[in-house]
């Protein structure tokens, strides 16, 4: 079945220290996404990408990084510049064409970052 | 970007319907109007989406008020499965990212 998948689901980050979350999907969509959930919150956009090689920041894009080599793949980067970075991390996709924007977004299962 | 208003937290009788409200009077004409749900530690889903007219699926019916300055996510027999947080967001036409905009949801709570 069609997907995106989310890897790992537990990470633990030591001080200092970067890590980065896996974002798969074989949907052939055009845009990803990444957001970040703290508890009892809703989802805040830390960055997207529109088209391979090409992405944009969201409003809470400072600390991360990510990169967009291939369609398939959105991989996200919480650096050490990134002083809270525990939360619940949820990647998703869409069909990206300004006439459909009826469509909905496809959502990964998340990755959840805590520090040592 | 148009946002929504929605109230933190309902309660609904197992088996009965349920109307969960959005406010967005700041839509535009070409806004879609998208439910999503969520339950805990997992990624939202997906229920229902409409432009002007309700929609039915098996999952929800989505009633947009003629103004479209608010719209009622209606479930028809609440289970316990049914208990998450409800969002309602607007994706406007012609741009992306930003657009899916999540704010806080609904919680709903499925009582036995």
């Known amino acids: 079945d069609g997907g995106i998948t989310q890897s790992p689901k537990y990470l633990f980050r030591k001080e200092g220290q970067n890590v980065t979350l896996s974002c798969e999907q074989n949907l052939n969509h055009d845009a990803m996404y990444w957001y970040r959930q703290d508890p009892g919150q809703g989802l805040r956009l830390i960055y997207y990408s529109q088209i391979v090689n090409d992405f944009q920041k969201g409003d809470i894009a400072e600390g991360y990084s990510v990169s967009r080599e291939k369609k398939e793949s959105f991989p996200l980067t919480v650096t050490s510049a990134q002083k809270n970075p525990t939360a619940f991390y949820l990647c998703?996709?869409?069909?990206?064409?300004?006439?459909?924007?009826?469509?909905?977004?496809?959502f990964g299962d998340g990755t959840r970052l805590s520090i040592l | 970007d148009a946002k929504t208003t929605q109230p933190n937290s309902m309660e609904s009788n197992e088996e009965e319907p349920v109307h969960l409200p959005c406010n967005h009077s700041t839509i535009s004409g070409t806004d879609y109007i998208h439910w999503y749900r969520q339950l805990p530690s997992q990624g939202p889903e997906y229920v229902i989406h409409g432009l002007t007219s309700n929609v039915n699926n098996r999952m929800a019916s989505l009633a947009i008020a003629e103004d479209r300055k608010s719209s009622t996510l209606i479930l028809h027999r609440a289970t316990l499965r049914d208990a998450a947080v409800y969002y309602c967001i607007l994706r406007a036409r012609g741009n992306t990212g930003n657009q899916f905009y999540f704010g806080t949801g609904t919680s709903l709570t499925v009582i036995p």
């Open positions: 998703a996709s869409s069909i990206d064409q300004p006439a459909r924007n009826n469509q909905p977004q496809h």
